[in-house]
């Protein structure tokens, strides 16, 4: 079974603009959480979608953004983008919503901001 | 708010000799925890996962025991080889309800020299 694909692998962005990062969960989950990590603050997470829902959002502005398709595939998306937005974003996907429900990640997506 | 606690690195070891890593979390309710390793330039990779108190997570060589008593999950392993240098993530998923998202540690950094 092919595991989370993330695209791109890398961008490079300068502040003020925008951009999409996308994720395919493995075949059959159904959760997709993201999540963002820098040297300073570690790893944090952004939100969670499930059946197209947003279930749950940590601590990040509105500037950032997500969605869910039908095929459970998630994009997610950072607007007016800042300096401090420069790090790796992780997706993650599991099958259902749980407490004992294990997330399995992507690569991720490294993007710096110039 | 739930919160994760793990020993700061770098740790340095010679081949073979016994690791631990200290893992403590502070929750309410009754949280599943885990470890996962991030080897350079990749994503999080699931090492071992305990679901109750008194469950023992397993997996190549590494072990873990969720201890209630003491808000511990504490990594080991009896003899370390180079290939198991990366950077080693203690977390818990959210115990509250709807709320599954996972809290992390700051990540210790083992390096394993022959």
């Known amino acids: 079974k092919a595991g989370v694909t993330q695209t791109p692998r890398y961008l490079i962005k300068t502040r003020g603009q925008q951009v999409t990062l996308s994720c395919s969960p493995i075949s059959g989950h159904r959760s997709v959480s993201w999540y963002q990590q820098t040297p300073g603050q570690g790893l944090q997470f952004l939100f969670e979608?499930?059946?197209?829902?947003?279930?749950n959002k940590g601590n990040f502005p509105g500037r950032f953004s997500g969605r869910q398709f039908s095929n459970s595939r998630s994009e997610m998306n950072v607007s007016t983008l800042e300096l401090g937005d420069s790090a790796l974003y992780l997706c993650?996907?599991?099958?259902?919503?749980?407490?004992?429900?294990?997330?399995?990640f992507g690569p991720g997506t490294r993007l710096t901001v110039l | 708010g739930n919160s994760v606690t793990q020993m700061e690195g770098p740790v340095t070891l010679s081949e073979e000799a016994f690791l631990t890593i200290n893992c403590t979390y502070t929750?309410?309710?009754?949280?599943?925890l885990f470890w996962y390793v991030q080897y350079p330039g990749e994503g999080l990779q699931l090492l071992l996962k305990?679901?109750?108190?008194?469950d023992k997570g397993s997996n190549k060589g590494f072990e873990a025991t969720y201890r209630k008593e003491t808000t511990s999950f504490h990594l080991e392993k009896g003899s370390v080889q180079v290939s198991d240098s990366a950077v080693y993530f203690c977390?818990?998923?959210?115990?509250?309800?709807?709320?599954?998202?996972?809290?992390f540690g700051k990540g210790t950094k083992l390096s394993v020299i022959p």
């Open positions: 977390a818990l998923s959210g115990s509250g309800a709807g709320s599954y998202q996972l809290t």
């Open positions: 929750a309410t309710g009754y949280p599943s």
């Open positions: 979608y499930f059946s197209e829902t947003q279930r």
């Open positions: 993650a996907s599991s099958p259902n919503r749980g407490p004992t429900d294990t997330q399995y």
């Open positions: 305990a679901t109750k108190a008194d």
